[in-house]
């Protein structure tokens, strides 16, 4: 372990000296990243780029030589592709909807309007018909999925070992998760901002690509969406106005190293044909364990001993933790804006009730297990974010969604 450690400093320390040679050779412009050769990042590239946690545009990388890289375009693929789910939209902004989230429930007399609705339909299509569409938007399509459900396998062998890109090596084998995407996407489409939870290598293979990209502690200024919503994960505001925006052009033969949590949004003026490589980060794998550790509440308790109980066990998670209980307070309602309060506000804040020493003292002990997961978080924002998620699942789990959001902009 000792040796391992050490040669990651060592490749960590190279990575940093060739950034500082690069930015002395090349004239910077503004809010650009590092360009770097793969073959300079030592015998673990992914996890030298990882502690370094910086986006970077990577070029001489393994996947150069995949057969895709030569053979992929519009005219192949139609031979070859066979049967796709396609999304197809009038919009050119993609923006993913998740159809199992509770807040899609509050489309009713009590929050008319709240959340959106789908904004694109899904259909199946065969691969001649999929990629003629492609080039004739609109309407506009985008095809995208793990590549063993999305493409046939002669199309699979032109993938090559994608395990190069795959991050913590060291890992334990039932603890690596690895998923590789086809992306086919129609000119003027552009990807709605949002972050992703894994380490990510992106690489065009028929037309460019061009990213805004924004660091964790960007998202104070973003205003995300509730992780109860449709749109999780992605943000309300204006990435490309902010000071911080960095710019990427991606051609194909270059790979985009795009760090966990790492706001983004993608466009693309042409037609364009891509893969990219998810793989596990730390922070999702502390943060699984910690919203899958036990809750101290009971289901028989009434719905004023949950609300008390709420706000005590809240309390107890946020003591020893940098960020304020008022700060998560702040965010939580910002993601939740757009969901007015009602009348049952002002009742559900209203309920009191007397907890036991011993009550009071198992919600201390509960939230010091968890606590104790996010000090693990090392970056602020990803913390804060997690922070924000967490609370808003905790709440919805205890009280039932018609509840959890007055509570959320209100009660706590």
């Not at 590789?180 to 690489?203: C, E, M, P, R």
Request: proline fraction near 7%.
């Amino acid at each position: 372990a000792a040796a391992a450690a050490a040669a990651l400093a060592v490749a960590l320390a190279l990575y940093l000296a060739f950034v500082g040679q690069q930015q002395q050779r090349q004239p910077q412009q503004p809010q650009s990243v590092a360009v770097l050769d793969w073959r300079e990042l030592g015998e673990h590239p992914m996890e030298t780029l990882v502690a370094a946690g910086q986006p970077a545009v990577l070029v001489h990388t393994p996947a150069e030589a995949w057969p895709l890289m030569q053979k992929w375009n519009p005219t192949y693929l139609q031979q070859k592709l066979q049967i796709v789910l396609a999304k197809r939209s009038k919009s050119s902004t993609f923006q993913y909807y998740n159809e199992n989230k509770p807040t899609e429930d509050l489309n009713t007399t009590e929050y008319p309007g709240a959340v959106p609705l789908k904004t694109y339909e899904e259909i199946m299509m065969n691969g001649e018909n999929a990629l003629k569409a492609l080039l004739e938007p609109p309407p506009f399509y985008y095809i995208s999925g793990p590549v063993q459900q999305q493409l046939s396998e002669p199309l699979l062998r032109d993938v090559g070992d994608a395990t190069v890109f795959l991050y913590n090596f060291s890992r334990p084998r039932d603890r690596v998760a690895m998923q590789i995407n086809a992306w086919f996407v129609s000119g003027g489409v552009d990807a709605a901002a949002h972050y992703d939870t894994t380490q990510n290598i992106y690489l065009p293979v028929f037309g460019s690509k061009d990213f805004v990209l924004l660091p964790p502690r960007a998202f104070a200024d973003l205003r995300l969406y509730s992780s109860l919503h449709p749109y999780y994960r992605h943000v309300q505001g204006n990435m490309s106005a902010h000071p911080e925006a960095k710019r990427v052009h991606l051609e194909p033969g270059q790979a985009l190293f795009l760090p966990a949590f790492w706001f983004h949004h993608v466009s693309q003026q042409e037609t364009s044909i891509s893969i990219n490589i998810w793989s596990r980060s730390d922070e999702f794998d502390v943060m699984e364990e910690a919203f899958s550790l036990p809750l101290p509440f009971e289901a028989q308790w009434p719905h004023f001993k949950m609300v008390v109980g709420l706000r005590v066990y809240l309390r107890a998670v946020f003591h020893d933790l940098p960020l304020a209980l008022e700060s998560a307070v702040r965010e939580v309602q910002q993601r939740l804006h757009s969901l007015t309060t009602s009348s049952v506000s002002s009742a559900l804040c209203s309920l009191d009730a007397t907890l036991s020493e011993a009550e009071v003292a198992k919600f201390s002990q509960y939230a010091a297990k968890v606590t104790a997961l996010f000090q693990q978080l090392n970056d602020p924002g990803v913390q804060a974010m997690y922070l924000g998620n967490y609370v808003e699942t905790l709440v919805y789990s205890v009280l039932g969604i018609e509840l959890a959001v007055p509570f959320l902009l209100t009660c706590w």
